[in-house]
């Protein structure tokens, strides 16, 4: 059995419902070994199954072009809350919640918080169905817990990779975050997005761990990157082919900004944005990235050029100190 | 100066005919170095240029849905004759004749074609514009020269990664093959699909050699991958979404011959197929490709798994003799 709840009851249902025909399976890497059992599933129900095999890392990549390619009228994207407001093709999503206990992993936690009374609580998608075990476990513990609401996100407390209002909306009422999820990415975004000290309660190694060090390398690596770039003669500017991830609008802006502090400036579009796709352009010495800006941010040493965000590209171009950026965050708009 | 010819007059003449805004240049990773220099040329020219960064391999792979979403009204694609019928957004094919002498290349080859009169001519797109000069060095040499002409290609001795039907049209009345151009991929193709003696004249390395031995390599790791996937309980069937990679009826059919063979059988859709998009699946025993033929054939080992072309699949099926398939083509239809 999957640790993941995919919900195989409400995606039959919603194939009898909308009488789909064909069905287009889009899994982020970490639930794919699990397409094939669904795709059994959705054709026992009568739908041709279709498997998307291209990678996929959030909401923002919904694969309605595929979709319509395909002559697809359901898609049945996994692993993400929608953000997207009005998909192509009808799009059921199921966020896969985690069917794992995070009591010991939060418990785990407490002794890296023992300094800080206010905690910011945050997670992501799979493990939000239990942020009240983790309130309770922190409040049980003399912690006073608030969980952030902007209202962008569908749930109170959730964050994403390029998304951390739920965080920054608690900055100033806490002393520190907890991030209840497996792995570093969400929660070095919280750290990069409030400076606080953030703890990661990792319930899949049942154990917890400070982010704030790998943060803070991160920052050194941003600013040695900004260096770098000050010194371009050349910019490309990069445009997400992803729905979620296409701010055309932006890109012109940055390219006219580019041009007009005496730099030659470039639009490239690209659906996946790989050192090796970019290593093709030897005369751009840096680039802006208006695509998903979490590209580049945790490994820019596997790009060869510096990868800037919007935000830090101010930087370069002297529209806002260093600091400010920082406050505002590398890529909060 | 660049060793192609990017023809920037018809370029220019093309945006003036088209009044066209928004210009998208799509190029293979050789090309992609002068891109720059080539947005440049269309911005002075009053138009928006953008560069498509995505990995681009052949004129199948036409970037119209990405045009489509960009409000490109003109997309420049460099490197490939056109072999789609009708594309979504205007195109222009600049198909980058190489500015390189063969001569020395083409001499070189003379002693490897000493044992045969009869020469099957063929190239790739870059070189066309020189297949006469080949012609006269051969027949000055004494010897027979045949350059195919089956109408598939829109010119005669052309070869692309998926075509060599220019090669198969004249493959009874030749001895052997010359190829003219860069690398081993096209050549190989030939040695494939002809099962004749194979020499490359390689004017970019001024040098000559056979694959003949690379090719009987390369039949040999056929023959193993179809004799691993005689044992796949279940096969995953690849489809591609590139728009002229995309055989979706023809994928219905392996699945259900698959299934027929008791076989458990999922489509997959994917615009680019990697080794890393496919060890997501670890239910699937072996692959069947109906996207680019080409995938997988030249380096199997990078796959974890066999990947059979839809030929190489009726043989594991029982529906083909292995020797009759050779006959019939590893990939043509």
Known sequence: MSSFDFEEQRIKQEITRSDAKRVLLQMPQGLKPQATRIAKIVEDYGAVPIISSDPCYGACDIAETDAASLGVDLIVHFGHARIIKEEKTPTLYVEAYANIQIETAVTQAL???????????????????????????????????????????????????????????????????????????????????????????????????????????????????????????????????????????????????????????????????????????????????TACPRISLDAPAKFQKPILTVNEFMVVCGEVSWLDMLKKGLFEN
């Not at 476990?137 to 969980?147: H, P, R």
């Not at 907890?178 to 899949?204: N, R």
């Not at 900004?226 to 390219?255: T, Y």
């Open 111 to 289: 002794p890296l918080l023992a300094a800080y009374r206010n905690i910011g609580l945050a997670t992501s998608i799979q493990h939000l169905k239990t942020i009240d075990i983790a309130k309770q476990i922190l409040t049980e513990a003399g912690k006073v817990v608030f969980i952030g609401n902007m209202g962008q996100m569908d749930y109170a407390g959730q964050v994403i990779g390029c998304n951390y209002s739920n965080a920054t909306a608690i900055n100033r009422q806490v002393d520190a975050f907890l991030f209840v999820g497996g792995g570093m990415f969400h929660a070095i975004g919280i750290a990069l997005g409030t400076s606080k000290p953030t703890i990661v309660a990792d319930p899949y190694d049942n154990r917890a761990y400070s982010i704030t060090n790998e943060a803070l390398r991160i920052i050194k690596q941003r600013y040695a990157g900004i260096q770098e770039a000050q010194n371009a003669k050349s910019v490309g500017i990069l445009v997400g082919l992803k729905p979620g991830q296409k701010h055309f609008d932006q890109a012109l802006k940055v390219k006219k900004l580019a041009e007009m502090t005496g730099r030659a400036a470039y639009l490239l579009a690209g659906r996946e944005i790989t050192p090796d796709a970019l290593m093709e352009f030897p005369n751009i010495d840096a680039y802006v990235n």
